[in-house]
């Protein structure tokens, strides 16, 4: 009887440790995300697409402002996945590599505003929930996560156009390296 | 001219959405998969028996979207169950997965069906119509109809607001209070649909692995990846390693569960928070290598670009992987140092 008795208590404690991270989540996490979800919405709909897009076809001109500026931007105000659309003002061989850094902006500047990809945010939360723990701020590492990323997300993203070019070479595929109208 | 044939898919157990009708017609006759690893999923073999339709991998190669009559995904529910239902192309996700991710709102029955498996895909009795092309091209027309309409308001508004200074700041007003509320509206839905069924799945797990004493085994067997730079830069590489990133991929599942158990471990101060990091970077070296086709498509890239940037971005985040940990472990000096 004791072993049953341990057993059952044993299983109702797997939940009792889950629903405490939960509570704790959902109390703490979630109103924040809320409120900058709505405020990102807003300024978004007030700003309007086309001003989005007219900047986006300044920035095909230089691979900074490509590759660095303009994901940041596109993952700030369009969060995940639509910050990938961007690339469509750069021309079809710069599309991987804005491709490259856009999807890891996705992720690096979710550590500060989570709203870019609250689908995906336990990458940073789950760790930065164990700096919580130890009474540290996390956003110290957010910030960090974020600065650090906009360097390393560039050098992929730049990366890239050198991958591009060698698998050009190998399938005897050329890209066109033209504005898009 | 091939003779096709129409089939009715309908929901699996704890699926979503559907009965589907659906036939290949004229050009528009591709089925086109886009699952894990890129092998060919089971119920594919039947639909190509089935309809006589042909099958075409979409991690490989690139389809035009109206040459495409059927998709089929295997999504957790996070992003790709929503891509084609958002252009109305009829999707099958293998995965018992409802209304999810930020595309939620264009998951609907009418043009997705989920958790299927042989069993629900039968020859259509002829009872329902297939998905006309037509049908599909009906709701773009009344969105872009709203959005003109739309417009007009907004016109409308701008013209009145000129003739009066009070009726100008009662309009702009009127427009922020709304532009707020709809934003809270989707807001709410984001967290509802979204955060919140994950920070359930992901509560349920940290409560199995710790209370069970998994977590225990497993971070002895992190420990040495995670718990120095060494072993955190061997991870990024692993992570990065070709068509090992593209199945490490879907939905970050995996990285937010490593992130998860390495984030417990920092907490029991079994590892150094400064790594920390380092460690971001490391478990995510293979970001979005699963999403590259779908994710050029979002930047309307020809079907060239899809090729040629499959491989390119594979191999440009194997080369730039442990580069991005190293520059996470220079950028994490001094981080949380003497506290």
Redo the contacts between chains.
């Keep these: 009887m004791n072993i049953v008795i341990k057993l059952a208590s044993g299983f109702m404690g797997l939940f009792d440790v889950g629903a405490a991270t939960f509570i704790g989540w959902v109390t703490g996490i979630v109103p924040k995300v809320l409120l900058l979800l709505i405020l990102m919405n807003s300024i978004i709909a007030l700003i309007g697409q086309e001003r989005i897009n007219k900047f986006a076809k300044v920035c095909s001109g230089n691979v900074i402002l490509a590759y660095g500026i303009l994901p940041f931007l596109a993952a700030f105000m369009l969060g995940n996945p639509m910050a990938l659309s961007m690339g469509k003002f750069l021309p079809e061989r710069m599309k991987p590599s804005y491709y490259a850094a856009a999807s890891y902006h996705c992720h690096t500047n979710s550590g500060i505003f989570n709203h870019i990809n609250p689908g995906e945010i336990f990458i940073y939360l789950g760790i930065a929930s164990g700096i919580q723990t130890l009474g540290l701020d996390m956003t110290e590492l957010g910030l960090r996560y974020m600065l650090v990323g906009f360097i390393a997300n560039f050098m992929s993203g730049w990366a890239t156009d050198f991958t591009t070019k060698i698998v050009m070479k190998q399938q005897g595929i050329e890209l066109s390296n033209e504005m898009p109208q | 001219m091939a003779d096709y044939r129409a089939i009715t898919i309908t929901k699996g157990n704890g699926g979503f959405g559907g009965p589907l009708t659906v036939k290949p017609e004229g050009k528009k006759n591709k089925l086109i998969y886009i699952t894990a690893g890129g092998a060919e999923p089971d119920i594919a073999a039947k639909i190509i028996e089935l309809t006589g339709c042909e099958a075409v991998n979409g991690f490989k190669t690139a389809v035009p979207d109206e040459e495409v009559f059927l998709c089929i995904i295997d999504c957790g529910g ?2 790709r169950c929503g ?1 084609y239902p958002q252009k109305r192309i009829p999707t099958i996700n293998i995965n018992p997965v409802g209304k999810s ?2 595309l939620a709102k264009y998951i609907t029955e009418d043009i997705y069906v989920s958790g299927v498996t042989n069993a629900q895909i039968q020859p259509a009795d002829g009872s329902a119509a297939p998905i006309s092309e037509a049908k599909a091209e009906e709701p773009k027309e009344e969105r872009e109809f709203k959005y003109s309409a739309d417009k007009k308001v907004s016109e409308t508004m701008g013209t009145q607001a000129k003739s009066s200074f009070i009726q100008k700041i009662g309009m702009g007003a009127g427009k ?1 209070v709304a ?2 509320n ?3 509206k ?3 839905q ?2 509802i649909n ?3 069924p ?3 799945f ?7 692995i ?3 004493g998994f977590g225990d085994w497993f971070a002895k067997l992190l420990q040495p990846l995670c718990g120095n730079i060494i072993g955190l830069l061997i991870l990024g590489f692993i992570c990065s390693i070709p068509f090992l990133s593209c199945l490490l991929g879907p ?2 599942v995996i ?15 079994n ?1 150094d ?1 400064s790594l ?2 380092p ?3 490391a ?2 070296t293979q ?2 290598c699963d ?2 086709p ?3 498509g ?5 079907p ?2 899809v ?3 499959v ?3 594979l ?3 194997f ?2 992987g442990i ?2 940990v190293i ?2 472990y ?3 000096i001094g ?2 140092a003497g ?1």
């Design positions: 996070t992003l891509i991710g930020p922020v532009t707020f709809t934003a809270a989707e807001a709410v984001t967290c979204t955060i919140i994950f920070m359930g992901v509560s349920l797990l940290i409560g199995i710790q209370g069970s939905g970050a990285a937010q569960i490593v992130g998860t158990l390495i984030g417990v471990e920092i907490g029991k101060g590892i928070p920390s990091l460690a971001l970077f478990i995510n970001c979005a999403f590259v779908v994710g050029l979002l930047a309307e890239a020809d060239e670009t090729e040629v940037g491989p390119s971005v191999y440009s985040r080369l730039t580069p991005r520059l996470g220079i950028g994490s981080l949380y506290k």
